[in-house]
């Protein structure tokens, strides 16, 4: 359609009487056209997708249920799947949890006070982001360990966080600390300070203003940043293969035991243990879109 029948086409649908048929007659040619052009990206799209993303997911499940749901249920009912799912559900709650209080202290003090070496500080709460998790865990082991400083320290009183559960959580809190800080932070940040301010006024206390005027602001962000924390701490191998020394029934969280049963050639039992880990995972994932009312992380901007 060239411009000259364009402008005709648009002078026609202006006057009065043109009916809905009429303007879909007019314009279906065009939609025509375009549907090629937003097929193709797509289609390439799907087909990046395919072999990245979901093909590999399917294939867990295909060899979780290859032998019926008898075999895949005996699997996770040894003692060690049944260890390596609990343990990993304890650590991932309770590094929610000392994370939960850590991050949303940590967004505080950042995004209310003004202070010399604030913007290095920042750099250094989000570090564990750009870090390796397997040099976390041997910096931990550096620094924790029997041949660390602190753990040379802390051996004459029988004290050694490395290698029990007391270290797969210190790697776990390094990991996962910025989730919560970033979920939080941008919301302090955004918070009108007449809110607070007003608190003030009305002769509320530091802790009464926080309570009830800033806290309730940080709902979605403390939910958001709980849910990534959780679900980052369910699926760390990196830094737990090195400070628990993968020991079954004592640290070998449910990352490890699947990597440990690969290794055995216990194919079965890793793949079962990955489902279950998977299905957490879907279930979190989906719980955060549905608190956040959006359909893709993204949201449904941009869209052509």
């Given at each position: 359609m060239g411009p000259r029948q364009a402008r005709d086409c648009r002078c026609d649908l202006a006057r009065p009487g043109v009916t809905g048929a009429q303007i879909m007659t007019v314009a279906s040619p065009d939609i025509a056209l375009q549907r090629p052009r937003v097929m193709?990206?797509?289609?390439?799209?799907?087909?990046?997708?395919?072999?990245?993303?979901?093909?590999?997911?399917?294939a867990v499940f295909i060899f979780a249920f290859q032998g019926g749901l008898g075999a895949f249920v005996a699997a996770l009912s040894t003692p060690d799947a049944q260890f390596a799912l609990r343990f990993s559900v304890l650590i991932a709650f309770a590094t929610a949890a000392v994370n939960g209080v850590l991050g949303t202290y940590a967004a505080y003090v950042l995004s209310k006070y003004r202070?010399?070496?604030?913007?290095?500080?920042?750099?250094?709460?989000n570090l564990p982001v750009a870090i390796p998790t397997v040099v976390v865990g041997t910096s931990l082991l550096l620094l924790w360990g029997p041949i660390?400083?602190?753990?040379?320290?802390?051996?004459?009183?029988?004290?050694?966080?490395?290698?029990?559960?007391?270290?797969?959580?210190?790697?776990?809190?390094?990991?996962?600390?910025?989730?919560?800080?970033?979920?939080?932070?941008?919301?302090?940040?955004e918070l009108e300070v007449t809110y607070e301010e007003a608190a003030y006024t009305?002769?509320?206390?530091?802790?009464?203003?926080?309570?009830?005027?800033?806290?309730?602001?940080?709902?979605?962000?403390?939910?958001?940043?709980?849910?990534?924390?959780?679900?980052?701490?369910?699926?760390?191998?990196?830094?737990?293969?090195?400070?628990?020394?993968?020991?079954?029934?004592?640290?070998?969280t449910a990352p490890?035991?699947?990597?440990?049963?690969?290794?055995?050639?216990?194919?079965?039992?890793?793949?079962?243990?990955?489902?279950?880990?998977?299905?957490?995972?879907?279930?979190?994932?989906?719980?955060?879109?549905?608190?956040?009312?959006?359909?893709?992380?993204?949201?449904?901007?941009?869209?052509?």
């Open positions: 193709l990206p797509v289609g390439l799209l799907v087909l990046v997708l395919l072999p990245l993303i979901l093909m590999p997911l399917a202070f010399p070496g604030e913007r290095p500080l920042l750099i250094i709460v660390g400083l602190l753990g040379r320290l802390l051996e004459p009183y029988g004290l050694q966080p490395m290698f029990t559960p007391v270290g797969v959580l210190l790697a776990h809190l390094f990991v996962t600390f910025p989730y919560m800080l970033g979920a939080v932070k941008p919301l302090l940040d009305i002769g509320a206390s530091s802790w009464q203003t926080f309570r009830y005027v800033t806290l309730p602001a940080l709902t979605g962000g403390l939910f958001t940043g709980t849910l990534l924390t959780f679900a980052h701490s369910l699926g760390e191998f990196g830094a737990t293969v090195m400070v628990s020394g993968n020991l079954r029934l004592r640290t070998q490890l035991y699947i990597f440990a049963q690969f290794e055995t050639g216990n194919i079965a039992a890793a793949n079962a243990v990955a489902a279950v880990l998977a299905l957490l995972s879907f279930a979190i994932f989906f719980l955060l879109l549905r608190y956040t009312g959006q359909r893709t992380p993204t949201g449904e901007r941009g869209r052509r």
